[in-house]
């Protein structure tokens, strides 16, 4: 079976900073990767999703994320984080017909 | 466009009550899923339905059963619920199961607390 892990429980940073959301994968054959993002109350959002061959992927609200297949990693990146980006973000890779989710990341950007 | 809707959005029932959580989905979508939202685990899928006339389980499908009334509409009912049931309820939809990039799309989701 598929799987991703997230590391991370909780990350913290300032306003401005740089912000790094880790995931890495556990896959047989092709990875086919997936990130969300799911505010307080809410459903989840499609953030972004792993296109063979493009190792570098830009989403919604200036996010990215950078796979890595010598590391089976796929972080979600942005170069300046928002306040409203605080949030839970989940890494979920296909496997068969349905999702495999990671357990989630908090986000908490501080003023 | 609503996208995905969900009802109700929360209920509490108590042990051996029974209810049907509803979904639907207004972007002519042939797939469907239910998945089970509990802290630290993630996002579990409970049943999905790849197309209107069939269902199929999930990781967790004991408890729980489901019905694709039409393209648009897909059930989840628990016959008897338990404490072990209390959760967030997401359903989902896809333009098609098993394609590898397909995006699934998510609703706001049911808070479900038994007692």
């Known amino acids: 079976a598929q799987s991703v892990a997230q590391p991370e429980d909780q990350v913290n940073v300032a306003e401005g900073n740089p912000l790094t959301v880790k995931c890495t994968y556990s896959v047989s054959g092709n990875p086919y990767l997936f990130w969300y993002v799911q505010y307080p109350n809410r459903g989840l959002q499609f953030l972004l999703k792993y296109i063979t061959g493009d190792n570098l992927v830009k989403g919604s609200y200036g996010f990215e994320a950078e796979f890595n297949k010598s590391q089976t990693s796929f972080h979600l990146k942005k170069p300046s984080a928002l306040v409203s980006d605080s949030a839970l973000y989940f890494c979920a890779v296909r496997d068969d017909y349905k999702l495999s989710f990671g357990a989630g990341t908090t986000v908490t950007v501080r003023a | 466009n609503a996208g995905v809707t969900q009802t109700p959005k929360f209920q509490v029932l108590k042990t051996g009550q029974s209810m049907t959580l509803q979904c639907a989905q207004d972007?002519?979508?042939?797939?469907m899923y239910w998945y089970r939202q509990d802290p630290g685990m993630g996002l579990r899928l409970i049943y999905y339905?790849?197309?209107?006339?069939?269902?199929d389980k999930g990781e967790v499908p004991n408890g729980y059963n489901v019905s694709r009334l039409n393209k648009r509409e897909f059930s989840l009912r628990l016959e008897s619920a338990a404490p072990s049931q209390t959760s967030v309820y997401f359903c989902a939809s896809s333009e098609l199961a098993g394609g590898p990039l397909e995006t699934q799309y998510f609703g706001p989701g049911t808070r479900l607390l038994v007692l």
């Open positions: 972007m002519n979508h042939n797939s």
């Open positions: 339905s790849a197309s209107e006339g069939t269902t």
